[in-house]
């Protein structure tokens, strides 16, 4: 089971990797509900080092509101995380991820969410390919 979409950017510069993620979502109707910098709370809280790694909890409000018609349970999976963070060789690699939606049918078994996850799917892929054209 493939559980993202993806793509691969190179930039030194990490947190004009985020914000372009976080525009493309944005072009696909998705807002930024949340964002958890991993880097940041893994060395406030356990004293870690890390790459840099950010969590963005998108959401597409219409989509979410289908999906959770179908099934209450539904937002235990949403927001769709995606995932922008650096790779750990640290080469200006940037990495950004996103969960498949298709995902949700699989782990609910719920058939009335497949043309939801559908769409969001091809909204994703279209904003995760969006970041390969700069």
């Given at each position: 089971m493939n559980l993202a979409i993806a793509?691969?950017?190179?930039?030194?510069?990490?947190?004009d990797a985020v914000e372009r993620t976080r525009?493309?979502?944005?072009?696909?109707?998705f807002g930024?509900?949340?964002e958890i910098d991993m880097t940041a709370t893994l060395k406030a809280k356990l004293g870690q080092d890390m790459e840099d790694y950010r969590i963005l909890g998108a959401c597409n409000p219409p989509l979410a509101h289908r999906?959770?018609?179908v099934d209450r349970q539904?937002?235990?999976?949403?927001?769709?995380?995606?995932?922008?963070?650096?790779?750990?060789?640290?080469?200006?690699?940037?990495?950004?991820?996103?969960m498949d939606p298709d995902v949700m049918v699989?782990?609910?078994?719920?058939?009335?969410?497949?043309?939801i996850a559908s769409e969001a799917a091809t909204r994703l892929?279209?904003?995760?390919d969006?970041?390969?054209d700069h």
């Open positions: 793509t691969t950017l190179r930039t030194d510069r990490f947190d525009a493309a979502l944005a072009e696909q109707g930024v509900l949340t999906a959770v018609e539904i937002g235990l999976l949403l927001p769709c995380n995606v995932i922008v963070r650096r790779d750990r060789s640290d080469d200006g690699t940037v990495i950004v991820e996103a699989q782990v609910t078994g719920e058939a009335g969410l497949e043309p892929r279209a904003a995760i969006a970041l390969g």
